[in-house]
T-cell receptor, first 113, second 111 residues
Framework: DQQVKQNSPSLSVQEGRISILNCDYT??????FLWYKKYPAEGPTFLIS?????DKNEDGRFTVFLNKSAKHLSLHIVPSQPGDSAVYFC????????????FGSGTRLLVRP | DVKVTQSSRYLVKRTGEKVFLECVQD?????MFWYRQDPGLGLRLIYF???????EKGDIPEGYSVSREKKERFSLILESASTNQTSMYLC??????????FGDGTRLSIL
């Protein structure tokens, strides 16, 4: 049973436009959410996180939104750049097991020049 | 910057061999983790350690063991390698309550 789901395996966006990556979760105990970016032949790189006491966190071109009632989070990238082309993973953890992250299966983003 | 170093980028071993994957972090992080990444499955946790000599099983520990004798080093051991353990292996470390930082991975092939 997948507790963290990324239902879109891929997304293609024009350079300069907004990229929206989505993630759903089922465990209501999750209270800390993260996004990672992964290039081929490299490890995942931490991008941005949000705790459940917030509904939005922004860092430069990256914004994460959390909708707890819908158990949904999204990552917005504005404006998208070709260098953003990568696989994006969302991950979640619960305070009582804060060491463990549960990852989604990833979404491959392609930003077209 | 956090540096997590995995000893090998690519490794080819034979079925039945004992395989050691090494990971070192330089940020004095308490927590260290081993994952495997397979297409369509995301990252799955094999084992993690929250202190020296302390370890806990993750979601898929079968066929693996770990060792953490020093704070900066976390080893993953495949006791008797099998072909279904062919995968990308990723090590990560974190402070308590902080995000995990990953190494570049070891692509392991078991023939």
């Amino acid at each position: 049973d997948q507790q963290v789901k990324q239902n879109s395996p891929s997304l293609s966006v024009q350079e300069g436009r907004i990229s929206i990556l989505n993630c759903d979760y089922t465990n209501s105990m999750f209270d800390y959410f993260l996004w990672y970016k992964k290039y081929p032949a490299e490890g995942p790189t931490f991008l941005i996180s949000i705790s459940s006491i917030k509904d939005k966190n922004e860092d430069g071109r990256f914004t994460v939104f959390l909708n707890k009632s819908a158990k949904h989070l999204s990552l917005h990238i504005v404006p998208s750049q070709p260098g953003d082309s990568a696989v994006y993973f969302c991950a979640a953890s619960a305070m009582d097991s804060s060491y463990k992250l549960i990852f989604g299966s990833g979404t491959r983003l392609l930003v077209r020049p | 910057d956090v540096k997590v170093t995995q000893s090998s980028r690519y490794l080819v071993k034979r079925t039945g061999e004992k395989v050691f994957l090494e990971c070192v972090q330089d940020m004095d992080h308490e927590n260290m983790f081993w994952y495997r990444q397979d297409p369509g499955l995301g990252l799955r946790l094999i084992y993690f350690s929250y202190d020296v000599k302390m370890k806990e099983k993750g979601d898929i520990p079968e066929g693996y063991s770990v060792s953490r004798e020093k704070k900066e080093r976390f080893s993953l051991i495949l006791e008797s390698a099998s072909t279904n353990q062919t995968s990308m292996y990723l090590c990560a470390s974190s402070q308590i309550g902080g995000p995990q930082h990953f190494g570049d991975g070891t692509r392991l092939s078991i023939l």
